[in-house]
């Protein structure tokens, strides 16, 4: 609390509403009392101006293009972390000891198996199901399987929840891309890391040894780690709203994985992708999508593109950008879609209708392309952006079951602009 306050006049009542300030100076008028002493509340649509909670997570600010994990820049958790470590470091708050992090390994890898029973639901979808859908539908499955960890007042089946979480989300996503394909599951095998034994399990088959490209396992490394957190984005927000009603861990990342999967969302590093193959089956016409982008009578817009916080280069996109570039170069792959991706941005950004609105490549622009080159299917990028954002679904999640002030259950309210109270008419007078 600053002490500091502002002063709101409405009519002839005028009240105080005090001033919070951030770490980082971030100032916010908080108005919890503000209809108990007005009777009014705000509206904000998309809540591009509200604030829903205090975090001591992820820090980022969208005029600078900073992006900070409990305090570290993403730069060097990038350059210097794995997966696992940054995993446990938006869960728990600090860097582990070599000792942590080997424990909270092994807690994960000690439970990545599924219950035999749910291969049953994965033989139940049709195989042109998108692997969203199916994500969402076995990871909710879990609370069916997992019954014993589902109650996250209880600290120690909040743990365990955790760790099931972590450790199965993997096997979940390698197993409906093997379903859509008709290929045998792949078992996790506990001897490899994070992402080698993602990889094994998404491309391995029984019949050859796999032996994970380093290269493939460095940029999925990551990928994952520049995914993992971004402040009360849409699905974050969705799995605290989710779980402020005190329902289990694993309904509310099938929650969030629903709210990533959509197009302005998670679902941009498909979308993307798409658009770039659209464009370059029509000769590469970027004038021709440029104009669609920016036209106010039509809804295209260039996926990719923008971001409600970003108004300056996404820091994401700049790794992203760099590791695509190398991975082309040593894997001496022409990608006309790379080509063409670099293209449209430079054009996009020197087009006066992206510059000022601020529109800038987002971490959805160029993570496809990496995706490609690893071998990962269209359809399964938002998987992975979904198995990124995991850590940082549980650390929101974690976070507002430990808050201090005790959990609340989001419940916003409404200006009702529909009809004023009105006489019943019966169904022969209508
Ligand atoms: C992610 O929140 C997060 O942190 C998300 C994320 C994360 O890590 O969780 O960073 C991941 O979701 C990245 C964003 C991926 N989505 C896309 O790439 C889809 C394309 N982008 C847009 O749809 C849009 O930019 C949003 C949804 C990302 C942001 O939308 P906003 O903040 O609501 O912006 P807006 O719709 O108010 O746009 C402001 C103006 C509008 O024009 P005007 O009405 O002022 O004339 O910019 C225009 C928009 O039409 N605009 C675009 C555009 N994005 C915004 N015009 C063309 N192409 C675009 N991509």
Same mark, same amino acid.
């Given at each position: 609390?600053?002490?500091?306050?502002?002063?709101?006049?409405?009519?002839?009542?005028?009240?105080?509403?005090?001033?919070?300030?951030?770490?980082?100076?971030?100032?916010?008028?908080?108005?919890?009392?503000?209809?108990?002493?007005?009777?009014?509340?705000?509206?904000?649509?998309?809540? #591009?101006?509200?604030?829903?909670?205090?975090? &001591?997570?992820?820090?980022?600010?969208?005029?600078?293009?900073?992006?900070?994990?409990?305090?570290?820049?993403? &730069?060097?958790?990038?350059?210097?972390?794995?997966?696992? *470590?940054?995993?446990?470091?938006?869960?728990?708050?600090?860097?582990?000891?070599?000792? &942590?992090?080997?424990?909270?390994?092994?807690?994960?890898?000690?439970?990545?198996?599924?219950?035999?029973?749910?291969?049953?639901?994965? #033989?139940?979808?049709?195989?042109?199901?998108?692997?969203?859908?199916?994500?969402?539908?076995?990871?909710?499955?879990? =609370?069916?399987?997992?019954?014993?960890?589902?109650?996250?007042?209880?600290?120690?089946?909040?743990?365990?929840?955790?760790?099931?979480?972590? /450790?199965?989300?993997?096997?979940?996503?390698?197993?409906?891309?093997?379903?859509?394909?008709? @290929?045998?599951?792949?078992?996790? @095998?506990?001897?490899?890391?994070?992402?080698?034994?993602?990889?094994?399990?998404?491309?391995?088959?029984?019949?050859?040894?796999?032996?994970?490209?380093?290269?493939?396992?460095?940029?999925?490394?990551?990928?994952?780690?520049? $995914? /993992?957190?971004?402040?009360?984005?849409?699905?974050?927000?969705?799995?605290?709203?989710?779980?402020?009603?005190?329902?289990?861990?694993?309904?509310?990342?099938?929650?969030?994985?629903?709210?990533?999967?959509?197009?302005?969302?998670?679902? /941009?590093?498909? =979308?993307?992708? %798409?658009?770039?193959?659209?464009?370059? =089956?029509?000769?590469?016409?970027?004038?021709?999508?440029?104009?669609?982008?920016?036209?106010? %009578?039509?809804?295209?817009?260039?996926?990719?593109?923008?971001?409600?916080?970003?108004? %300056?280069?996404?820091? +994401?996109?700049?790794?992203?950008? *760099?590791?695509?570039?190398?991975?082309?170069?040593? $894997?001496?792959?022409?990608?006309?879609?790379?080509?063409?991706? @670099?293209?449209?941005?430079?054009?996009?950004?020197?087009?006066?209708?992206?510059?000022? +609105? +601020?529109?800038?490549?987002?971490?959805?622009?160029?993570?496809?392309?990496?995706?490609?080159?690893?071998?990962?299917?269209?359809?399964?990028?938002?998987?992975?952006?979904?198995?990124?954002?995991?850590?940082?679904?549980?650390?929101?999640? +974690?976070?507002?079951?430990? /808050?201090?002030?005790?959990?609340?259950?989001?419940?916003?309210? @409404?200006?009702?602009?529909?009809?004023?109270?009105?006489?019943?008419?019966?169904?022969?007078?209508?």
């Amino acid at each position: 609390m600053s002490g500091e306050t502002v002063k709101l006049q409405l009519g002839g009542l005028e009240v105080e509403l005090p001033i919070l300030v951030g770490t980082e100076g971030e100032r916010v008028i908080e108005i919890d009392k503000l209809r108990a002493m007005t009777g009014y509340i705000t509206l904000d649509d998309g809540y #591009a101006n509200t604030g829903s909670t205090t975090s &001591e997570i992820t820090y980022l600010d969208g005029e600078k293009g900073i992006l900070r994990y409990r305090g570290y820049p993403i &730069e060097e958790i990038a350059e210097r972390c794995d997966f696992t *470590e940054t995993a446990y470091l938006l869960i728990y708050g600090e860097l582990p000891t070599a000792e &942590e992090l080997e424990t909270f390994r092994k807690s994960i890898r000690a439970r990545s198996l599924l219950h035999e029973g749910m291969k049953t639901i994965f #033989a139940g979808f049709p195989p042109d199901a998108h692997p969203m859908a199916i994500l969402s539908a076995v990871v909710g499955a879990l =609370a069916i399987y997992c019954r014993d960890s589902l109650d996250p007042a209880d600290p120690r089946q909040r743990e365990v929840a955790i760790f099931r979480m972590l /450790a199965k989300m993997p096997t979940i996503a390698a197993f409906s891309y093997k379903q859509s394909i008709g @290929q045998p599951f792949i078992y996790s @095998q506990n001897k490899l890391s994070y992402c080698q034994n993602f990889l094994q399990m998404m491309f391995a088959v029984p019949s050859e040894r796999y032996e994970p490209d380093p290269d493939f396992v460095h940029a999925l490394n990551l990928l994952l780690i520049l $995914h /993992a957190d971004h402040g009360q984005n849409c699905s974050t927000s969705t799995v605290r709203m989710v779980g402020s009603s005190t329902v289990n861990l694993f309904s509310s990342v099938s929650a969030g994985i629903c709210a990533l999967w959509g197009a302005l969302h998670g679902g /941009a590093n498909e =979308a993307c992708i %798409n658009m770039l193959e659209a464009i370059h =089956a029509d000769n590469d016409n970027l004038g021709k999508y440029i104009d669609l982008a920016k036209d106010p %009578n039509d809804d295209y817009r260039l996926m990719g593109f923008g971001h409600r916080v970003y108004k %300056n280069y996404d820091p +994401r996109a700049k790794i992203i950008k *760099e590791v695509c570039h190398g991975l082309l170069e040593k $894997h001496s792959r022409e990608d006309p879609i790379f080509e063409l991706a @670099q293209e449209l941005e430079e054009v996009a950004l020197s087009d006066p209708y992206f510059i000022e +609105r +601020r529109l800038y490549p987002n971490v959805d622009f160029y993570s496809g392309i990496i995706y490609k080159i690893i071998g990962i299917p269209k359809q399964m990028f938002t998987v992975l952006f979904a198995l990124g954002r995991l850590p940082g679904w549980i650390a929101h999640w +974690r976070e507002m079951h430990l /808050a201090p002030g005790g959990m609340r259950i989001h419940r916003p309210r @409404q200006l009702y602009t529909g009809s004023a109270q009105r006489k019943f008419v019966p169904l022969i007078k209508r």
